[in-house]
Structures are given as structure tokens and as C-alpha cells.
């Protein structure tokens, strides 16, 4: 079992390289270079453009579920809010 894993992995680390030989084509690795150090760029520069965004999305989540737990409340008059 673990020497299947071992060739499906070699395969798909064949497949990668081939598609990625594809795909750069005949362009020298000092011009590859600033393509794939771009695209690191990019990854690492995305996360601080994410990161606020699902860090909303947790406290939209959290007041929501406290809204839809202390309105029913409030409507029924079980809890009351201070002037």
C-alpha cells in the first residue's frame, strides 16, 4: 500500500513538472526567476488583503448568532436594556 502511494506521488510530481515545463516554455531561468518571485510576491502580499476580511467575517458570525440569541429575548421582555 505504501509503495502505491509512493509511484501515485512520483506521478503527480511528474505531471507537475511537465505541466510546469509546459507553461514556462523556452524561457531561461534569469528570466523565470522574475516571474516565479512575482508570484511569491503576490501570495504573501495577498494575506494582508485577506486577512481583515475573514477576521469581519469571524465577528460577523459571532454577532450574529448573539443577535439572534438576545432579540427573541428582548422581544418577549425577558431582558431589558438600560437608558
Request: net charge positive; no cysteine; charged share 30%.
Amino acid at each position: 500500500m505504501a509503495k502505491d502511494n509512493n509511484n501515485k506521488q512520483e506521478n503527480f510530481e511528474q505531471t507537475l513538472f511537465k505541466a510546469a515545463d509546459k507553461l514556462r516554455k523556452n524561457i531561461d531561468a534569469a528570466e523565470y526567476k522574475h516571474i516565479v518571485l512575482g508570484l511569491i510576491f503576490l501570495k504573501y502580499s495577498s494575506y494582508s488583503f485577506f486577512e481583515p476580511i475573514i477576521s469581519n467575517n469571524s465577528q460577523i458570525q459571532t454577532l450574529s448568532r448573539l443577535r439572534d440569541t438576545l432579540l427573541p429575548k428582548l422581544m418577549k421582555g425577558e431582558i431589558r436594556v438600560k437608558d
